[in-house]
């Protein structure tokens, strides 16, 4: 079945540094792939999300890139913040998955002061 | 502002327990999704909905069932729980009518403790 991993698990950035999130699928024909914050306490929230036929989309600090050749995408966040602290999850839409959605496993990113 | 609720937030009950989870939306979105959520295992469908009168099963649907009371409700159901069912219960909404039909908007969770 469809399949998205996720790494690191856990990700540990000094504040002001950068960090990046990976994430790799396994439908060719995917074509939509968001990413989700989780907040202590809270459900997920979108905050960024790409679309297949674009390669890169930036939001202020957070961007995400796609390669599809290589089927992966990636979370960066730069000039880290302590409020970046939280767990983040990558999802697909798998090309015949009528429109659901399919998780990566999580990471858990610590901001250190 | 227009929400996604659940009830309860937490509970404890023990095996065997019939216990039912519930959802409520004001989004006015006609989609409704069920998903459980475990340490190093992400989120995982459990049960979804495009409209009143569509159930469908996700990917770990054994043990659980659903009811679409209305467009704005989706209960989950554990008609006899069991311990490994414990977990964080998530219940999102999407709209069908908008080009972001794939935009998931997530309520609070329910953490479910089964002794």
């Known amino acids: 079945g469809e399949n998205v991993e996720q790494h690191p698990s856990t990700l540990s950035v000094q504040e002001g540094d950068s960090a990046v999130i990976k994430c790799t699928y396994s439908d060719s024909a995917s074509n939509y792939f968001p990413w989700y914050k989780q907040e202590l306490g809270k459900g997920p929230q979108l905050i960024i999300d790409?679309?297949?036929?674009?390669g890169e989309k930036k939001d202020q600090r957070i961007a995400v890139t796609l390669n599809k050749t290589a089927k992966h995408f990636s979370l960066h966040i730069t000039e880290t913040q302590p409020e970046d602290s939280a767990v983040y999850f990558c999802?697909?839409?798998?090309?015949?998955?009528?429109?659901?959605?399919?998780f990566g496993t999580g990471t858990r990113l610590t901001i250190i002061p | 502002d227009a929400d996604v609720t659940q009830t309860p937030r937490n509970r404890i009950t023990k095996t065997g327990k019939r216990i039912m989870l519930e959802c409520s939306q004001t989004?006015?979105?006609?989609?409704m999704y069920w998903y459980r959520q475990d340490p190093g295992l992400g989120l995982r469908l459990i049960y979804y909905?495009?409209?009143?009168?569509?159930?469908n099963k996700g990917e770990i649907s054994d043990g659980y069932s659903v009811s679409r009371q209305a467009q704005a409700k989706f209960s989950l159901s554990l008609e006899s729980a069991i311990p490994n069912q414990t977990a964080l219960y998530f219940c999102?909404?999407?709209?069908?009518?908008?080009?972001?039909?794939?935009?998931?908007?997530f309520g609070p969770g329910t953490r479910l403790t089964v002794l």
């Open positions: 999802a697909a839409e798998f090309a015949f998955g009528n429109e659901k959605l399919t």
């Open positions: 909905s495009f409209d009143v009168k569509d159930i």
């Open positions: 790409i679309r297949s036929n674009v």
């Open positions: 989004k006015g979105h006609d989609r």
């Open positions: 999102a909404t999407s709209d069908s009518g908008t080009h972001r039909v794939n935009e998931q908007f």
